[in-house]
Structures are given as structure tokens and as C-alpha cells.
């Protein structure tokens, strides 16, 4: 850890601080900057054991990797308790992100190609930060659970599951950070001025302005009684939206990839139509929704009709918070798939203007919901 970011953790408190720095850091972009106070008056120093937990980044060049080893034999184990459920038996199934896979046509076409995979065997730069990324993150469940060795482990089995490394290969603070990624040399230092708008809130000449968050504005600290602002559906979904959406196995089709495009109109005050055209494992479909959205009761209905033969009606609510986050969630009726009983629950998490994905989770036969994939849409900045 530099020295720079090693002061700022130093002298951080135990509260999180985005909603009282961000309206800061709107006041200075409008040229009007406001002095920080000595202190906010809340939360503590930071003690040297609470640093000591959280300083544990770990850099391309595998400076920060902790002590201790591990086996590619002792990482399938590890992998087959922890990682297979989300990953697939071999890495390759999914639901989640799929972790091996090797590309060997001529070129890095992986932006001309979406049936290209991102695997760590393909697309990955650095083995040390394979590392850093599953000791902070993973499982989800249970992020920083797993010791160092088994981190290790798993780092060690992953590479060789890629054959990148040997199958006996050990992966230690040494051994790590000399791993040749196949995908090292593929990525640079950009050198361009890539910076989306200037001191004055434009955008560069010839850039297409980012679409405003949906953070207020307010021009001083947050306060705690601070009301969320209603959540602005037209701003944030009309328009022509791309999506991917690895799915597993089910009640809705055989396992495989789905894409496609949907696109957000508006037909009345309150209410919307969504056009979803896509391609799945088992061909092309539609899926047509009515949405009605009750901006002052925070809720939402649709209505949804899927070519694949099934309709259903999902109800959700809508909440947010002052960063201009917000997340729906919807539950559907019970509804019949090919006589059987099914239920879905999605968790619409909008992440950014320009992407939002979806947690979905499936019961059959009124069973127990279990994970159904993850898709992302994305949209391109509207042109200049």
C-alpha cells in the first residue's frame, strides 16, 4: 500500500462517508469549493488492528501477498465445497461467472465477439490479482472467509484448470507473481485524455456527455433527515438496452447463454411498454411487458408475456438512497410452465446510468428459490 492511501486509511472512521463527501464534491465541480470541517463529529480513529484488516490489496506485482502456500490437489477440494455452486462442477457451467476456457484463435476480438467467454484463462492480466480479487470477495456469502493458504489453493487450481501452470504447481509470495497470464501483453497503459467531462461539467469536444446519476444535487453536507428523491423512471430506462444472461438449467430452457435487446417506451402518464427480443439455448423469443409504475407509492406492476409459451404478473417496490442508488424488487404470481408450478424473483440492482443487472431466482413446484443466473443490461451514451 502506498504511503498516500496508507494516510487516508489511517485516518478514516468506521462509518461509511459517501453520502456526506459526494455533495462535496459537487460543489466544487460547480467552481464553489466548500473547506472540509477538522472532523464530522462522528465515528472514531480508526485502531492499528482494524488498518491491519482492511490493508490487504494486493498489487499487479504481487506486493502485499501474505505468507503461506497451496496446492492445485488441495484447491479442487476447496473449490468443489465453496465455488462449484455458483460456478459450475468444472468451472464452466455457471451459473455465475464462467472461470475457464482458453481462446486460441489470432486476436483479442472479445468486444466484436459476445460468444466470446471472459474466463481468468483467456482475459485475466494477472495471476497475483486472481488472488487479490477471491481473498476480499469471495464466496459472496461469505467474502474473506477462506485463509490465505486456501486462497492460494484455489488461485493454484484455477491455473492449472486454464493450464497455465502444471497440475502439481504450488503457488506461494513467490511463485504467484511470476505466472504469465495469456492475456499479460494484451493489456496497456491509455495515455489518451479519456476524461468525460472537464472542470466545467462539458464534455470534450467530440465526447458524448455521460447521462446525469440520479444523486441530488443539493449543494451542502447530506443531513439525516435528508428525503431520497423519487426515483425518475423515464430518465433512467427509455431507450434501447443490450443484455447477456448466462442461465442455467430450469424451468424457462436448457442451459446456455440468452442476448439480446429490450427496449423502454412510453405509452401513458404512468405506464410503459419493455420489448425484449432475444436468442437463447433453445432459439429466438420475445418477452412483452406492461409496466405500470405508482412514482409517489414507490411500487411498480408488470405484466409479462414470454413467446416461450408462459405469462405472469409481478408486483415490486422501489427504494434508493442519497447516491443516487436504487434497487427494485419484484416477485411474481405463481404460473404454470409446461404444467408445472413456478415462481420468480428479480432483484433489479441499477448500478450505474448506463447498466443495471438483475439477481434472479427461481422456485419450482413451490419449492425453494434457487439462483437463477445474473444478467446484465447495458446501454451505449445517447450521441452527440
Known sequence: MNRTRRALLATTTLVWMCAVVAPLASSHAQGQPTPPPPTFGIGRAAT?????????????????????????????????????????????????????????????????????????????????????????????????????????????????????????????????????????ERFVADTRNTSSTDRTGQAPSGQSPLPKGQMPDLGRHTQQDDKVPLFDFDAYFLGRWSFEWDMPEGPLGQAGRAEGTTIYTKTGDDAYQALTEATGPDGTFTVKESIRYQREEKTLTREVVDSRGFSYTQTGTIGGDLGGFYTIYFESTPFLVKGELVRLKHAMRLTSPLAYRVSTTVSEKDGAFRNYGTPWWSKAPAAQ
Open 48 to 184: 492499528a488492528e482494524e488498518i491491519a484488516a482492511r490493508d490487504i490489496d494486493v498489487g499487479s506485482d504481487g506486493a502485499g501477498l501474505p505468507p503461506g502456500r497451496g496446492t492445485a490437489a488441495e484447491g479442487a477440494a476447496i473449490y468443489a465445497a465453496r465455488c462449484a455452486s455458483c460456478h459450475g462442477k468444472t468451472g464452466t457451467e455457471g451459473p455465475n461467472d464462467v472461470l475457464v476456457g482458453r481462446h486460441t484463435a489470432p486476436g483479442f476480438k472479445f468486444s466484436q465477439d459476445p460468444a466470446l467467454r471472459r474466463t481468468i484463462g483467456s482475459y485475466w492480466p494477472y495471476a497475483t490479482t486472481v488472488f487479490d480479487y477471491i481473498r476480499r470477495a469471495m464466496p459472496p456469502a461469505a467474502p474473506g472467509s477462506l485463509n490465505d493458504n486456501e486462497v492460494y489453493a484455489l488461485v493454484a487450481h484455477l491455473l492449472a484448470w486454464n493450464e497455465i501452470v502444471a497440475a502439481d504447481a504450488v503457488m506461494d509470495a513467490t511463485a504467484l507473481p511470476k505466472v504469465q497470464m495469456p492475456a499479460r
